[in-house]
């Protein structure tokens, strides 16, 4: 474009490497600045008009993105995996990085991932957080389990987590002491307040306005809790970005690679590059599905028999992402066509 000017940012924790050029590649400027809002500010009404800006993708990208883009005429985010050119490099540091990211995006060459919006982006900082204390509950639950082995301690394991059992236990066990007791309870302590902070996070993730529609229509589909479609709706962002559904099922990490040179063609395990929140409640997800979908429960136990577990839980997680796509895309309720059999008299 005629007149408009490429900026490439290397992003850091706590400065910013830049390049600006204009369309024939000449260099603008270059330097580095502080990684803060005030600094950009600065340094923005530094720059010639009108420009336009790439980035690589990190985790301080967000807050700088939403920065800046009031102020530029366009903004795109790099995916990481995806700039070779920066990763073979011989030479490598922040100012060729940011002179590399300028000439991708000044050539049409940057390899552009998907930039949620700020509002989904803050939901899903909140429903993520929620996973978090899962995973702290999970490891305070397992702590009681070791406390009591590790005493030579017999319970009831199914029974262990509830209230009115665990106080009965350490009341009439005379094989807790008092130092086992006393970290017993700050164990249980523990897992009550995460119990609750969770419980809250997902209550105000339910209720609020912006997913609320949304989330009521994924969860019609048979085995699709709060929890999944949640983590649908705040991961997937916008479905209209897989033009099929293969995409979103290798986008969700629930297929391997392909390898292929001249005839022979290679799978590989299932691929590490994956959203990885919504591979684990997907495959949660499927492994309950079957009790609750006939359809689903028939497919499990198609693929089940040819003697693979995990190949039949994938198989059931692929067909709930195509069941989620479809009720997203068409924003109307799951629904089961019922085919009808005619027979000749």
Known sequence: MQGMYYIGLDVHKRTISYCVKDG???IYAEGTIHATRFDLDLWMRTLPQPWTAAME???FTGWIYDHLQPHAAALKVAHPLMLRAIAAAKKKNDRIDASKICDCLRCDFLPECYMASTALRERRRTLRYRNLLVRQMVQMKNKIAVLLMES???YNKQRLHKAGYFRELLATNPDIDEGL??????????VVRLQRTESALVRSLERDSFLMDRVERLMSIPAVGPITALTWALEVGDVQRFSSIKKAISYCGLCGAEKSSANTVQRTPLSKQRNKHLQTT????AKMAPRYSPVLAMLYDKERQKGNGNRATLAVARKL???LMA???GQRNFQVVETSHCTAA
């Open 57 to 59: 993708a990190t985790v």
């Open 321 to 323: 992402v195509a069941y």
């Open 181 to 190: 007791c006393s970290l017993l309870r700050l164990c249980r302590e523990t």
């Open 327 to 329: 009720v997203d895309r």
């Open 24 to 26: 024939s590649g000449k």
């Open 282 to 285: 997907l495959i949660e997800a």
């Open 152 to 154: 030579g301690v017999r």
